[in-house]
């Protein structure tokens, strides 16, 4: 099975900060990789697919980039309501099985 | 705008079976090109796939749940629905069904806003 992990598991940050959020995978998933926002009690909400593209509504200061096994969404200045918990995904097998990452909470500082 | 809403009992007695219907408003569940999927999340964890429907009643399960799940569809209705049998307290999560998206990325969007299901005596 393709294991996933992010770092860093949480982190503070300003206002207008630029964060990176990393997640790597156990096996190469090409470009199978997806990034999710979740907000406390609400579902999560697709923000980034194909690693790279940026689902439709979503601001532009949120960017994936990556392929292989390592990938990084980025959020180019840090807006309130961007603090939340991001979660990647994969789904490289066939028939595909899906799993997630274990989420990089970011919080205030 | 296709959106999705779950809904079934919030309580179920451990051993018994787990049962959930997602509605989808906006759009049609046979109008293809879309497989239909569940998720969970257990008490301040991470998401865990629990399997995907197509239209035509083609499905796939997570293995790791797959001897105790069953996801079938009723398009009439334009709903489908899970049952995860013999549940335990560790089935204790919130559900969310999603609409799955098979392209270069396989991703889940959009999500239903998640139902809480506790097992419990």
């Known amino acids: 099975d393709i294991q996933m992990t992010q770092s860093p598991s949480s982190l503070s940050a300003s206002v207008g900060d630029r964060v990176t959020i990393t997640c790597r995978a156990s096996?190469?998933?090409?470009?199978?990789l997806n990034w999710y926002q979740q907000k406390p009690g609400k579902a999560p909400k697709l923000l980034i697919y194909?690693?790279?593209s940026l689902q439709s509504g979503v601001p532009s200061r949120f960017s994936g980039s990556g392929s292989g096994t390592d990938f990084t969404l980025t959020i180019s200045s840090l807006q309130p309501e961007d603090f939340a918990t991001y979660y990647c995904q994969q789904s490289y097998s066939t028939p595909p099985i899906f799993t997630f990452g274990p989420g990089t909470k970011v919080d205030i500082k | 705008q296709v959106q999705l809403q779950e809904s079934g009992p919030g309580l179920v007695k451990p051993s018994q079976t787990l049962s959930l219907t997602c509605t989808v408003s906006?759009?049609?569940?046979?109008?293809?090109?879309?497989?239909w999927s569940w998720i969970r999340q257990h008490p301040g964890k991470g998401l865990e796939w629990i399997g995907y429907i197509y239209y035509s009643g083609s499905t796939y399960y997570n293995p790791s749940l797959k001897s105790r799940v069953t996801i079938s569809v009723d398009t009439s209705k334009n709903q489908f629905s899970l049952k995860l049998s013999s549940v335990t307290a560790a089935d204790t999560a919130v559900y969310y069904c999603?609409?799955?998206?098979f392209g270069e990325g396989n991703w889940f969007d959009p999500w239903g806003q998640g139902t809480l299901v506790t097992v419990s005596s």
């Open positions: 999603a609409r799955l998206w």
């Open positions: 906006g759009g049609s569940i046979s109008s293809g090109g879309y497989y």
């Open positions: 194909a690693a790279s």
């Open positions: 096996q190469s998933i090409s470009s199978y």
